[in-house]
């Protein structure tokens, strides 16, 4: 029953360094999503994937690259971070036609 | 453009007290989907319930209910009874017909006392 997991759970980056999201889930969903979440303030959408292949930009997603290779797994890319990346990041998948969204434990990154 | 709003940042009750979060949504599309999800103290969104616009009637599972009012574009959910497991943060939210995006509102902090 692991469904969706997330790595790291917590990571302290240096202004400029990068860094990569790992999210796989073992449900067979076609869609994948990176949200992230500042304290007060909803989720918001980086990117999304439809598809092994097929990736979208969400809401915010500059400063974030990601891939989609295989069903699985959708990671996010982090390059050049900086103090407003500091956010929880939370990687999340569906079956796309249900609209039922299965999230990850989520991902507390800060940036100094 | 769309946006969900909730208004209500924190709200405290004292256990079996009925509570309503209320959730107002914005959009132009005619078919959407709306949506509430759980977050626990532990951190994790957990799934409570989804809506297409098409369907107004209003939902109960347990001490939970929803009411989708179309008229005032909102989607508000009621908790009655509510218990301490109830505290957790809120969260309303809002998908295009295809499902590619979600729109979050902010949330409504709940917590209820002993």
């Known amino acids: 029953n692991a469904g969706v997991t997330q790595t790291p759970k917590f990571r302290i980056l240096k202004i400029g360094q990068s860094m990569t999201l790992q999210c796989t889930q073992d449900m067979n969903h076609n869609y994948m999503y990176w949200y992230r979440q500042d304290p007060g303030m909803g989720l918001k959408l980086i990117y999304y994937s439809v598809g092994a292949g097929i990736t979208d930009k969400g809401e915010v997603p500059n400063g974030y690259n990601v891939s989609r290779s295989t069903t699985e797994d959708f990671p996010l890319r982090l390059e050049l971070a900086a103090p407003s990346q500091t956010s929880v990041y939370f990687c999340?998948?569906?079956?796309?036609?249900?609209?039922?969204?299965?999230f990850g434990e989520g991902s507390r990154l800060t940036v100094l | 453009a769309q946006k969900v709003t909730q208004a209500q940042t924190e709200i405290s009750v004292v256990e079996k007290e009925d509570v309503t979060l209320d959730c107002v949504y914005e959009?132009?599309?005619?078919?959407?989907?709306l949506f509430w999800y759980k977050q626990p103290p532990s951190g994790e969104l957990v799934f409570l319930i989804r809506r297409n616009s098409f369907d107004e009637q209003n939902e109960i599972s347990g001490r939970y209910s929803w009411n989708f009012q179309k008229s005032t574009s909102s989607f508000n959910f009621t908790i009655t009874a509510s218990q301490v497991v109830d505290s957790a943060v809120y969260f309303c939210?809002?998908?295009?017909?295809?499902?590619?995006?979600?729109?979050f509102g902010s949330g409504t902090k709940l917590n209820v006392k002993p």
């Open positions: 999340a998948s569906s079956y796309g036609y249900t609209g039922e969204l299965f």
């Open positions: 939210a809002l998908s295009e017909k295809d499902f590619n995006k979600f729109y």
């Open positions: 959009t132009r599309d005619t078919t959407y989907y």
